[in-house]
């Protein structure tokens, strides 16, 4: 016997299957990118116009340049980009409908990659050493041992190490090595062309140095894209930039005297 319908049934709809999850290609992440470039922009710059602005009175040039390289205001600064970042790249990521830590691979390693990677930067950066004693060149960039001096004085040293250790490093390489680096990896760019264009991007970000240390800062960035790509792990990057710029930050210190 055939089934009946009755009058007063309602007609259900099929289901609209969720859609998967993405993640963005080249040109998303190129956009998405300078989204979150310019919102780390504008949360340094918001700090560098508070500190001018608190001095009053005429508007000074030479004071102005001066409380905007002071290591306090420059300490605050980085450290006010790492909100930034985090918060415009969580809009991207929203998006994608992907948690964020796993977009960015915000997941550890093992001890045995940690290690490895802390030795594969050591002796990159020993290299680089020998190169500028070579070459009589200053070891380290003479911006850092002004910014170190100038957070001295202000008695916020303590605050700069924070900045340049822990904010600078977070953020850059959610930026880079995190976003820059998962979009661009999984399109046509590959794996070997999401780690170059993403560490010229990260060298991009350090203009205050010479041609000279341009070229270090972007040899590390291509070890740390490495790392990046055979760990899957961008904590391990964040933690590798941190010890680097802690070291950096003891080696100005102890050479400034």
């Known amino acids: 016997m055939d089934s009946v319908t009755p009058a007063n049934a309602v007609a259900v709809p099929p289901a609209i299957p969720d859609q998967p999850p993405r993640v963005w290609k080249f040109w998303g992440t190129t956009l998405w990118g300078l989204f979150i470039f310019a919102a780390m922009f504008l949360g340094q710059v ?28 420059i300490s605050l600064s980085v450290i006010l980009g790492l909100p930034a970042v985090l918060l415009a790249t969580w809009v991207a990521i929203r998006l994608t409908r992907m948690s964020f ?35 009589g060149r200053e070891v380290t960039p003479g911006f850092m041992g002004d910014v170190l001096k100038s957070a001295q004085a202000d008695g916020a040293l ?32 590959g794996v070997a062309g999401a780690i170059f264009l993403s560490s010229l991007a990260w060298t991009s970000l350090h203009l205050q140095y010479d041609w000279f240390f341009f070229g270090e ?21 964040i933690v590798l930039h941190g010890i680097n710029n802690l070291a950096a930050t003891i080696q100005t210190f102890w050479l400034a005297g």
């Open 46 to 73: 918001a700090v560098i116009v508070y500190f001018v602005l608190r001095q009053g009175g005429s508007f000074d040039v030479a004071e102005a340049i001066r409380v905007v390289g002071s290591g306090l205001t």
């Open 217 to 237: 800062v972007f040899s590390i960035g291509l070890l740390l894209g490495y790392l990046r790509y055979r760990t899957n792990s961008t904590w391990l990057t």
């Open 101 to 135: 830590a796993d977009y960015l691979a915000l997941r550890w390693t093992s001890w045995r990659n940690f290690f490895m990677g802390v030795a594969a930067l050591a002796v990159l950066v020993g290299c680089w050493d020998l190169l500028s004693r070579a070459l």
């Open 158 to 189: 303590w605050l700069l190490v924070i900045a340049f250790c822990v904010a600078a490093p977070m953020w850059e390489e959610i930026f880079s090595r995190g976003f820059l680096y998962r979009g661009w990896s999984e399109s046509k760019l």
